[in-house]
C-alpha cells in the first residue's frame, strides 16, 4: 500500500442553510463539505481531498451497482458545553473499517491519515455540529468500488469518502423502550459469510424482515443464526443485551454479528462496576425460559445512532415477552446516561475514549 | 404501481469507435446508448428514456452505496447468419428481476415495457451485436436505489437501467474444462437468506473464497450450504450439474441457489432427449463416492456468459477428483453445441426460446 499524504481543500463559495439543531431528522441534511479518496490499483491511494459535498459521477458499469464491494462505518461527533467537539473512539470505527475491507477483497487504507482527514472536515463544518441534548454529528465514511467492468472480480478502483449529517436524539425524550420481533424465517449471515463485516450486502439482506415486522408493529427484528436458527445474533443495526438474574449476557463475536464499538464499550463499563457481563452462546429458549422463570430483568440493544436502546417486547413464536413492564429498565438507564455523558463531555471521560478535535 | 409508457430516445452525436469483434475482452467495452428509468415513491416508473452512454451522477448517501438495495440480469443477444438478432429467452430475465426486486424490497416493474424498451436499444446499437462465432451482445438490466439518505429503510427512488456490451467466447476455443474448488470455510448464502436473488451482495460476499481458491490455481468455488456445509449449491456464476450413471442430477432449487435460465433450459432439452435428469439435494460425499466407485462420468457449470463449463477438477478436503480425464464431455459438448446453435440461430428452436428483435 501506498500512500499519498497531501490532503487537498476546496472551500464551498455557496454555504448552505444549517437546519434548526431542534428539527433535525436522522440521515437527511448533509454539511458543505466532504472528503474523497481515490484508490488505483498499482498506484495506491492518492488525491485525498475536502471538498463541496456534490453527487459523484460513476459509470453505470461500476462494480459497486453490480457486485456490492461497499464498506461503511458510522460514528458521531458533540459539541461540548465549552464548544469543543468530541469523537467517541475513532480509531475503532477505522480499524473496523479496514477489517470489513478485507472481507471485500477491498484495498487497507492508512488509518491515521483518514482520522486526520476526518478531523480537518469536521473542523471546516465546525458550525453543523449541533449543541441541544441527545444531538450530534452523524460521521459516514464509506468505501465503494468504481472501476467500469462487468465481470466478479475484486475492482481496480475505489473511492473512500466521508459525509457529515447533523442527527437528533434518536428517539425524542431521549429513551424509549422498543418492541422486537424475533426473527425465525429469514437470516441476515452465517458463519462463514460477511455478518461481521459493515458490508451494504447484510442491509439489503434485512429490509424484507423488517418490512414485514414493522407491519405487526414491530420495530426492528432480533435475528436468530443462519445455522440453527436458534442462537441469538443482533438487532437491524444493535448489538443485543439481557440482564438475568443480576448478571448481563451478550452474544458471544461468533464470526456472524458485528463487533459493535457501543458494545464493547458498555461491556467496559460494566466490568469497570463490577457486574457480572458474560460474552457467550444465547439461545431463544434459553431467553424464554428465564422469562417464564421471572428472572428476565433488562434487554437493551447497543449502537451508535441510538446508544442504548432499551427492549420493553419480545415477539416470539406467537408469544409476547412483555420485559420489565414494558418500561426503560435502571441499568439500561444508567448505561445510556453515562455513556452519553462521557460522549458530549459532561462526565468523566476515565476510558480515554473521546478524542478531541 | 403506475407506469408511464412513453419512450424517450436521444440519439449520441458523437459515436464511439465499435472494438474488432476478435478482440473483445468481457464487460469492459459499452455501445453508445442505454436506457433509463426513474421510480419515484408515490408516482411510481417515469421518464423511460434512451439517451447517450453516460456517467451518472448520484449522491454520496444515495443508499445503493450504503444499504445495497440492487439487483440486477444478465443475458445475451446474438446476431445470425441471416444478419437477424435473437434474444435468448428475455421474458425469463424479466420475470427473475422482478422477483429479485421483492426480496430486495425494491419496486416491481412492467415487464413488457421494459423488453420493448430493451429491443429498441439494441435497435439503435444494433452495428454492436458482433457476429463471429461464440460472441454476442451481453445486456446487463440493473436496479439501483438512489434515495440520499442514511437509514436502514427501502428507498423512495430507484433508477432501472439496461447498457450493453458485446462479448468473445467465455473461452478462446469453445469450451475448455475449468478447475473448480469445493469451498468449505466461507459461505455464500444460506436459507432465508438472498443466495436466490440476484443481488449485489451475493457476488460481494463471494469474491473472498474466489481469490483464495485463484491463488492455488482453481478458477472458481463450488459452494456448499451454510448450515450443514455438506450439500451442494451452485458455482460463483454458474448452476452445477453432475452426470453418475448416465443420470444427470442438479441440485434442487432450495431458496437459496440462484434460478438459472440456462439450468433450467438444461433440464428442458435433457427431458426432449429422454435422458434421465433429476433435481434434488446432492450431497459432497455422494459425489466423493460415486467418484470412488468410477461412476461420475461429468461434472458441467451452466450460465448465460459461459453457456456450458465442463469442470476437468474438483478439489475438495485435500483430495482432487479428474473428472473423465480433465476433458470436456459427450453430454456436456452436445448440451453446449446444442444450446449455441439455437441461440444463434443456426439449429432450430423447437422450444420457442428466441425471440426476435
Ligand atoms: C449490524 C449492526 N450491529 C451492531 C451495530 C452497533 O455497532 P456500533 O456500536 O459500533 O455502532 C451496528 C451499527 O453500527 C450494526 O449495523
Ligand atoms: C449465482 C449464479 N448462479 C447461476 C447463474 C446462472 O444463471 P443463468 O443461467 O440465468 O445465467 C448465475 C448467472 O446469472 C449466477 O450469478
Known amino acids: ?10 472551500l464551498t463559495t455557496q454555504k448552505k442553510e444549517i437546519p434548526p439543531f431542534d428539527q433535525l431528522v436522522f440521515g437527511t441534511s448533509f454539511t458543505d463539505h466532504m472528503f ?33 464491494q461497499s464498506v461503511f462505518e458510522g460514528l458521531k461527533a458533540y459539541r461540548t458545553k465549552d464548544e469543543e467537539i468530541l469523537l467517541f473512539r475513532p480509531d475503532q470505527n477505522m480499524k473496523r473499517f479496514n477489517k470489513s475491507n478485507q472481507r471485500l477483497v477491498m484495498p487497507q487504507f492508512d488509518e491515521e491519515f483518514a482520522l486526520h482527514a476526518l478531523k480537518k472536515l469536521i473542523e471546516i463544518d465546525r458550525d453543523w455540529v449541533p449543541n441541544l441534548p441527545g444531538t450530534s454529528l452523524y460521521i459516514r465514511p464509506f468505501m465503494i468500488a468504481t472501476e467500469a467492468h462487468l465481470g466478479v472480480d475484486p475492482a481496480k478502483n475505489y473511492k473512500l469518502m466521508i459525509i457529515l449529517s447533523p442527527v437528533g436524539s434518536y428517539y425524542k425524550e431521549g429513551i424509549n423502550p422498543v418492541k422486537i420481533a424475533v426473527e425465525n424465517k429469514f437470516v441476515r449471515a452465517v458463519a462463514g459469510g460477511t455478518g461481521d463485516a459493515k458490508t451494504a450486502g447484510n442491509y439489503a439482506a434485512s429490509l424484507l424482515a423488517s418490512e414485514i415486522a414493522g407491519e405487526n408493529g414491530y420495530s426492528q427484528v432480533l435475528w436468530l443464526d443462519g445455522r440453527e436458527r436458534e442462537y441469538i445474533e443482533e438487532v437491524g443495526s444493535m448489538n443485543i443485551f439481557f440482564k438475568m438474574n443480576g448478571e448481563v449476557i451478550t452474544p458471544a463475536l461468533n464470526g456472524s454479528i458485528l463487533d ?20 457467550r452462546r444465547i439461545s431463544i429458549s434459553e431467553i424464554q425460559e428465564a422469562y417464564n422463570e421471572g428472572i428476565l430483568e433488562e434487554v437493551f440493544g447497543t449502537g451508535t445512532a441510538a446508544v442504548i436502546s432499551p427492549v420493553g417486547e419480545l415477539f416470539y413464536n406467537n408469544e409476547k415477552l412483555i420485559i420489565n413492564n414494558g418500561e426503560t429498565g435502571a441499568l439500561s438507564k444508567k448505561l445510556y446516561d453515562t455513556i452519553t455523558s462521557i460522549q458530549n463531555g459532561t462526565a468523566e471521560d476515565v476510558f480515554g475514549w473521546t478524542v478531541k478535535l
Not at 500500500?1 to 476546496?10: A, E, G, Q, S
Not at 481515490?38 to 491511494?45: K, L, P
Open 1 to 10: 500500500m501506498t500512500t499519498d499524504f497531501k490532503l487537498d481543500i476546496t
Open 36 to 68: 474523497m479518496w481515490d484508490y488505483t490499483e498499482g498506484r495506491g491511494w492518492h488525491d485525498a481531498r475536502i471538498v463541496p459535498y456534490q453527487s459523484i459521477p460513476l459509470d453505470p458499469a461500476a462494480t459497486v451497482f453490480h457486485y456490492g
Open 260 to 279: 459493535g464499538i457501543t458494545r464493547k464499550s458498555i461491556i467496559e463499563l460494566l466490568k469497570y462496576w463490577n457486574i457480572p457481563v458474560t460474552e
